[in-house]
T-cell receptor
Framework: GAVVSQHPSWVICKSGTSVKIECRSLDFQATTMFWYRQFPKQSLMLMATSNEGSKATYEQGVEKDKFLINHASLTLSTLTVTSAHPEDSSFYIC????????FGPGTRLTVT | KQEVTQIPAALSVPEGENLVLNCSFTDSAIYNLQWFRQDPGKGLTSLLLIQSSQREQTSGRLNASLDKSSGRSTLYIAASQPGDSATYLCAVPKTGANNLFFGTGTRLTVIP
């Protein structure tokens, strides 16, 4: 079956720094990838839709200048959290469509 | 806007018991509904996908039903096992897009 990987699986960074999370579709090409965020004891919420070769579409309330998304190829999308703050600490999950949607294992971000 | 609700939020059952998880959605204009499993700190595992034209899907000890007109889906787990302990999420596609609206989840604990 289709596999989506994320790197890193967990990361700790200091407040004010930036961190990049990669999402890769390993055995298929995905023109569309999605980034979700999950706070403790809450459900997943869509942050943005990433389309290969074009700008990402952000959901209402998600700061596009803070969460930079790049989808430079059909197998890779990156999410960069810029000037991270403790409130950005969360579990970030990406998914890639084939067109069925396949989810990555998630990245736990902790901002100290 | 689509709202997806899951009841109960948490459930504990003794091993071997059959159980039902409930999912309701406000906009019945969906083309499929998906059930996922999420282990603590992990990503998502897709369990069952029901197309809007279907009324139920089965996979092993799992059976999911869909009643579009009433905006409801159920996930039936037969002969529960401790390994079934996880959070179960239902999700429906956003109209006109591939991303998903997730329910709030049901945290299941199967007691040995």
């Amino acid at each position: 079956g289709a596999v989506v990987s994320q790197h890193p699986s967990w990361v700790i960074c200091k407040s004010g720094t930036s961190v990049k999370i990669e999402c890769r579709s390993l055995d298929f090409q995905a023109t569309t990838m999605f980034w979700y965020r999950q706070f403790p004891k809450q459900s997943l919420m869509l942050m943005a839709t990433s389309n290969e070769g074009s700008k990402a579409t952000y959901e209402q309330g998600v700061e596009k200048d803070k969460f930079l998304i790049n989808h430079a190829s059909l197998t890779l999308s990156t999410l960069t959290v810029t000037s991270a703050h403790p409130e950005d600490s969360s579990f970030y999950i990406c998914s890639a469509t084939d067109p069925e949607q396949y989810f990555g294992p998630g990245t736990r971000l902790t901002v100290t | 806007k689509q709202e997806v609700t899951q009841i109960p939020a948490a459930l504990s059952v003794p091993e071997g018991e059959n159980l039902v998880l409930n999912c309701s959605f406000t906009d019945s204009a969906i083309y499929n509904l998906q059930w996922f499993r999420q282990d603590p700190g992990k990503g998502l595992t897709s369990l069952l996908l029901i197309q809007s034209s279907q009324r139920e899907q089965t996979s092993g000890r799992l059976n999911a039903s869909l009643d579009k007109s009433s905006g409801r889906s159920t996930l039936y787990i037969a002969a529960s096992q401790p390994g079934d302990s996880a959070t179960y999420l239902c999700a429906v596609p956003k109209t006109g897009a591939n991303n998903l609206f997730f329910g709030t989840g049901t945290r299941l604990t199967v007691i040995p």
